[in-house]
Nanobody
Framework: QVQLVESGGGLVQAGGSLRLSCVASGRTFRRYAMGWFRQAPGKEREFVAAISWSGGITYYADSVKGRFTISRDNAKNTMYLQMNSLTPEDTAVYYC???????????????WGQGTQVTVSS
């Protein structure tokens, strides 16, 4: 079992940056692959980025590639999402997720945080 808590969301102007954090409880954090997903109003939840348990493998959605960077610090039980060059289209609730294998589908993750709101103004 792992519990996830996101933070770092907020309001930012287009072109700005934010860094999201996801802190996990439990001593088995390093066993889990982690992912970031987002859901905008009226839209389905979509994949943003994922990282393997070691951090050696990362996946990105095409829409964020080159602008977002996913990372993790297993010693701190924390995963990060550095978001640069934000646009209004990035506005959404961002969720972190965890499970045994890295993947791009929300169906592949059993553990979820409550989400943090990111709003990008034009």
């Amino acid at each position: 079992q792992v519990q996830l808590v996101e933070s770092g969301g907020g309001l930012v102007q287009a072109g700005g940056s934010l860094r999201l954090s996801c802190v996990a409880s439990g001593r088995t954090f390093r066993r889990y692959a982690m992912g970031w997903f987002r859901q905008a109003p009226g839209k389905e939840r979509e994949f943003v980025a994922a990282i393997s348990w070691s951090g050696g493998i990362t996946y990105y959605a095409d829409s964020v590639k080159g602008r977002f960077t996913i990372s993790r610090d297993n010693a701190k039980n924390t995963m990060y999402l550095q978001m640069n060059s934000l646009t209004p289209e990035d506005t959404a609730v961002y969720y972190c997720a965890a499970d045994g294998l890295i993947g791009r589908s929300s169906n592949e993750y059993n553990y979820w945080g409550q989400g943090t709101q990111v709003t990008v103004s034009s």
